[in-house]
């Protein structure tokens, strides 16, 4: 991972290629973590198809980063 810290996107919802590139992940590392992490935000699709694109909410992404942060930091005192 990189040392510098990304910046939040300004938009309300970011396609899953912008989080990946945001989080610093690839799409699989996305799928592996949904997966992992049931609390990890759920997708919003525009159309009930398989391949509709998916959208994330900006919002829930950055509370989900910050209750993992806040359990690592409350774990490590």
């Given at each position: ?12 919802l970011i396609r899953k290629t912008s ?25 919003i699709k525009d159309s009930p ?29």
């Open positions: 991972m990189h040392t510098q810290a990304k910046q939040s996107p300004a938009k309300a989080l990946c590139s945001w989080l610093d992940i690839t799409p699989g590392g996305l799928d592996k973590l949904k997966a992992k992490d049931p609390s990890f935000p759920k997708p198809t398989r391949q509709a694109a998916a959208y994330y909410v900006v919002a829930e992404v950055e509370a989900w980063l910050q209750n993992k942060i806040a359990k690592r930091d409350g774990a490590a005192v």
